[in-house]
């Protein structure tokens, strides 16, 4: 499979897990999705605060008004009534308290607080509704046709199954408080998974077809002077107030948190919520709440209407309702980045390091890769800040570090199979040390064939044919095995590369890995130097066995060939071409008429012999022409004046292998 091909595979396979990153199922993505919105929200109340429109106003059932008059269930409803009259230059009024049941501590309550509400005439109350199937009698059957009966019905399929729920499950305030009220309008939140309120259901329908809007929305069609059925007319999508649109995704509105707890003055993050304290509102002169919107609702400690929102863990229901009031009423939309926008980003998230990563080296990948990342945040941290889009951030990250990390993966199980080859190929050639120093540095080894100025050997056994003719096979092998185990190691002593074995001939190379200022002659010489001095010892050991010995002849010339892997896709070899290595292989042969057991040419002198002039010396045999050559070649034969252990630190001192 070519590499475009996996990488093609690859992206697949990632666009549908980055498509199940953005389902539900996947509750971390979630997570990280919740997580990364509530941090830009906090850097837009740092950076670009919100003041808390002075028009919604709370009036709080705080602990100073607890103290004053006790706990709520033990007021009399004719209290509410009293507030009503001084909010009654108010523009709307939000009676944020469920009232199910009469009430019990004064049976004239209920009506006085009915007939403040129609005085006011613009007086909201909320009405409960049940999560479970819940028990009802035929009265409270009545109740809710009352209550479903002001509101406007819909068809069912444009709204998604969530949003939709069973008509009895709703709990009516008691009908003299219905009746009296301008509209009505469910008290429920729904909280995210980790228990944070940022985006309210604007409106539910009943599985008959009845459009249920939420309490602060119709708060803001009475604020807005706007009927429940005009407002409603395009749910799920949409909500019209006026000349105001503000969008709805099947029927959740999208918040931008400002709010924090009222009467709170330490810096924080957000808005704190304007609020005056019920006590205080009873007594206040009416003029103080004209235009206001006014939500009524408790704060005091204990209570557990808590709604936290993602800038104030302890923020309170009424206080919610009224941050939703600010969405609906002030605040410009807030809006998801559009499908294809959003499946844009994650597919160049993901399609472009795994091209990267296959078209280019990992230095050049991974700067694009940088790159790439840098260009998809700034369009995704553009469409926030400008457009107020939200993006989804989880599957564009996730599918970016998804592919990044397999593009990587697959980067180094490629770099390991190429080590191991590499290993493979050259350890069969050249020292561990040298091995290692080519797998960290592959260059160095020009595997692809580069021209280099390398010093070659080649050795042969003399009289090779008949001695194999006249001893068993069995011989033939063990003593040529410990043959050419002792010239491989004298060749790798000294950075050379064994080249191969030519029958009973051995060809080396000396320069490949090594520094230009290296000496490969001198380096040549002393190996072949201690490839005889290895023979020696070998041969007096075969003597004292009854073996049969050797005797060889080691020809070497210095010049320029081709190196590299050179063979069929079948078959490689790591040699070199040329004249130079032709012109060895002549002198190699030229021993035996010379009767010299180490013959080099005048190049190989000319290198060395600085090196080497007090441990060898260079005999001069004459010009010889050889075939395919027009310049006649001049040789020499080389004679050990010491033992060449005595200067293999010497010469190895002089040249350093490649880093």
């Known amino acids: ?96 308290i469920l009232f199910l049941e009469p009430d019990d501590h004064d049976k004239k309550g209920d009506a006085a607080l009915a007939k403040a509400m129609r005085a006011h005439g613009r007086v909201v109350i909320p009405f409960h509704r049940w999560k479970e199937a819940h028990p009802f009698s035929g009265q409270t059957k009545k109740q809710i046709h009352a209550l479903l009966s002001r509101f406007p019905r819909t068809s069912l399929s444009s709204f998604p199954k969530e949003s939709i729920v069973y008509p009895y499950n709703v709990q009516p305030p008691i009908p003299i408080l219905l009746h009296a009220a301008k509209e009505v309008g469910y008290a429920d939140a729904n909280a995210d998974a980790d228990g944070v309120y940022r985006t309210p259901k604007a409106v539910m329908v009943t599985n008959d077809g009845t459009l249920l809007p939420h309490f602060s929305l119709a708060m803001a069609c009475v604020a807005k002077d706007v009927e429940l059925s005009d407002a409603l007319q395009n749910a799920p999508y949409a909500l019209r107030l006026g000349d105001r649109i503000v969008p709805l995704e099947d029927g959740v509105l999208r918040l931008q948190p400002i709010a924090r707890k009222g009467g709170t003055f330490e810096k924080r993050l957000g808005a704190p919520v304007p609020t005056v304290s019920f006590a205080d509102a009873l007594t206040m002169p009416p003029e103080k709440f004209a235009g206001k919107i006014v939500l009524v609702g408790e704060t005091a400690s204990g209570t557990t209407d808590i709604r936290p929102n993602p800038l104030d863990e302890g923020l309170r229901g009424v206080e919610w309702n009224a941050e939703i009031l600010v969405n609906l009423l002030h605040l410009p939309p807030v809006r998801p980045l559009p499908t294809g926008v959003q499946w844009l980003l994650i597919a160049l998230a993901i399609g472009v390091p795994l091209w990267l990563y296959t078209a280019f080296p990992p230095r050049q990948a991974n700067l694009g890769a940088l790159t790439a990342l840098l260009g998809i945040g700034s369009v995704m941290e553009g469409a926030f800040w400008i457009g107020r889009f939200v993006p989804l951030w989880a599957p564009v990250l996730i599918g970016f570090t998804g592919a990044t990390l397999l593009m990587g993966l697959q980067r180094f199980a490629q770099e390991e199979a190429q080590k191991r080859k590499i290993r493979q190929m050259f350890s069969l050639y050249v020292a561990p040390e040298v091995v290692e120093q080519i797998v960290l540095d592959p260059q160095i080894a020009h595997q692809e064939g580069a021209r280099q100025r390398v010093a070659i050997l080649f050795s042969d056994v003399r009289n090779f044919t008949s001695y194999s003719e006249q001893n068993p096979p069995e011989l033939v092998v063990r003593q040529m095995r410990q043959y050419l185990t002792e010239m491989t190691e004298a060749i790798q002593n000294h950075h050379g590369v064994l080249d191969k074995f030519i029958g009973d001939g051995v060809m080396a190379l000396y ?115 050889v075939r395919g050559r027009e310049q006649p070649v001049r040789v020499y034969e080389v004679r050990r004046k010491t033992m060449t252990g005595e200067v293999t630190a010497d010469v190895a001192a002089q040249t350093r292998t490649e880093k």
């Open 511 to 625: 320069g490949p890995f090594l520094q230009n200022n290296a000496n490969r002659g001198a380096l040549a010489v002393t190996s072949a130097l201690e490839m005889l001095e290895r023979l020696e010892r070998l041969n007096n050991r075969w003597a004292q066995e009854g073996l049969p010995t050797f005797r060889i002849g080691i020809g070497i010339h210095i010049g320029e060939a081709v190196v590299g892997n050179i063979g069929t896709p079948r078959r490689v070899q790591y040699t070199a071409l040329g004249d130079t290595v032709n012109l060895a292989s002549r002198l190699q042969t030229m021993t035996k008429e010379l009767k010299a057991d180490l013959v080099v040419s005048g190049e190989v002198k000319t290198e060395g012999e600085q090196v080497l002039w007090d441990v060898v010396e260079f005999v001069d045999r004459g010009t010889v022409t």
């Open 1 to 96: 499979m070519l590499a475009w091909q996996k990488g093609l595979m690859g992206a697949l396979a990632l666009l549908a897990f980055a498509q199940g990153l953005g389902s539900e199922r996947f509750g971390f993505a979630d997570d990280l999705n919740r997580w990364l919105t509530d941090i830009h929200w906090r850097w837009h109340a740092a950076w670009r605060p919100v003041a808390f429109p002075e028009d919604i106003l709370v009036v709080a059932v705080d602990d100073k008004t607890l103290n004053r008059f006790k706990r709520l269930r033990y007021w009399s409803r004719r209290r509410y009534a009293q507030l009503i009259e001084r909010l009654k230059f108010a523009k709307a009024v939000g009676l944020d």
